[in-house]
């Protein structure tokens, strides 16, 4: 964040809490023009600080009430093994986030199904299927706490 100065942090704070916020609305509160709200905007758009814009989902009242926390460990670890497992992975829209980690595990991946029946065929059509897994473990989470996408701007 080296060359951002307050007024980038304020929009990205602003947009971060409120993606529909108006470009007028954002210059008024950081007390600078509109023409440079939107250039500074645009300039944090173009640099990649802002990747793109979406709402927020209540996943409960869209009926996805199960949340997995798997832990995947591969036995092979070839080029060709690992991009198809990420590919595979990219294109399962029930993957909420996939990292590659030290560890026990070689992924920790977030699921999300409406029920443990769908989560279970997704572990046996998806997962199981995948050349290379050595181990799976589930873990559901039973509550959530907290769920957060902002970053802690200072």
Not at 54 to 64: C, E, I, S, Y
Not at 81 to 97: G, K, N, P, W, Y
Not at 117 to 142: C, N, T
């Amino acid at each position: 964040m080296g060359r951002l100065d307050r007024k980038d942090i304020g929009i990205l704070k602003k947009l971060q809490s409120d993606g529909r916020l108006s470009n007028s609305k954002i210059a008024a509160d950081l007390s600078i023009s509109e023409a440079a709200s939107w250039r500074r905007i645009k300039s944090l758009e173009q640099d990649g600080y802002i990747k793109g814009y979406q709402a927020n989902l209540d996943r409960r009242k869209l009926g996805f009430s199960v949340i997995a926390f798997v832990q995947l460990t591969y036995v092979e670890h070839d080029t060709e093994t690992t991009e198809h497992f990420e590919r595979v992975i990219r294109d399962s829209e029930q993957v909420l986030f996939c990292h590659n980690t030290t560890g026990d595990a070689d992924f920790l991946l977030q699921v999300v199904a409406k029920d443990l029946d769908e989560y279970s065929s997704f572990v046996e059509q998806v997962l199981r299927k995948l050349k290379g897994v050595s181990a799976i473990k589930s873990s559901l989470s039973l509550r959530e706490v907290t769920s957060a996408t902002r970053l802690p701007l200072r």
